[in-house]
């Protein structure tokens, strides 16, 4: 699994409908990643981290080294704990560089499976990873703890030569003019690097236009391009009675209906899609895990201040999306369900989502995939 998809996809502000993420100083062409990797044991077998497990996976600055790192999202309980020696990881608590070894992963009694945690890397400045980075625990890997204590299992034999994570990013951001010291210039760059949404082209220059608000079908747009649904050919069997709506948008939000992405409101009798409304984050928020069609929904209890404003239709994917890293809320703990969302942060979340689906394509595992959870 990968931060790609997750994402680290990933855990990050859900800037996406207006979620304020932090400012980064970096350039798109310095962008400091930190790469995500992989960990096993045994069943029942606790799991320690050394430190070279993290300095080996980032990329610091010129002249930099690695100073500490900050806890994202943390592993789901219903998997296992991540402690800092014997106590509980706290989301958001910062770990020094030089007590990277008293991390440790206790699985749940009997699990098998898969647990992810993410994280921040920071490199003594001001610098830090410009999207969280994904540590896949897999406990069983195939084998149980040996039944005799005393018996060692036995010694597995190293690969010839070793694989790089899944989700390593091959190529490079593509640069917009008007991003180059935006917070959101990398995963917009790498959305237009894997030619999911490209900007505007003028003169051999790229441009993103990131403070556009966009409305439902916009959004529409570029999910169904995430997700890889074909547009339709025709309006046959067009369910929704707006009126005055051009072709080529009815095409796209006919095609998102019949994929399950949107369901359209229902106003007196009839399916609208009302396409030029303002889209909130709500909405995004329900569209995209429609997409994903996870396996495994969250089941803590929202804890935004602010739960009790979020709609009823959107419980459930507010909760699937912060759980599994790829939204979070404001500073002040809130969620905001009704602010309308820029394309900037309509693209941070979309290559969150572009990075889990990634991860969940590439995993052949057979073990029980268990994501981001509790906090």
Partial sequence: MNKKFLASLCCLSFLLTGVVFPARAERVNDPLVANDFTKQTPKNTTLNFTIRDFTDSVNPPAGGSLSHITLAQLTNEAAGTL???TEPAKAGSAIATDKLDQLNFVPAKDFVGEAIFTWDAHYGTDAVSPYPSAVTIVIGAGQDTPEDPGTPPPTPTPPETPEPPDDTPTQKPLQYEDMLEHWGAYSAGMLGAEGIIVGEEIGGHFYFYPDKVLTRIDFIILANSIFGIKTKDSLAGNPFADTGVPSYM?????????NGIIAGTKQNGQLY??????LTRAEAAKILDNGLALEHPATEPL????SASIPTWAEQAVKNMEAYGIVKGYSDNTFRPYGIITKAQAAELLY???KYQNHARKT???????FYGSK
Avoid: M, W
């Fill in 83 to 85: 402690r800092l020696g």
């Fill in 364 to 370: 052949q595992s057979v073990f029980n995939k268990v």
């Fill in 250 to 258: 009815l095409r796209q939000a006919i095609a998102a209906y019949e």
């Fill in 273 to 278: 899609l009302n396409p030029y409304d303002k």
């Fill in 352 to 354: 969150q989502t572009f």
């Fill in 303 to 306: 804890s935004f201040a602010d």
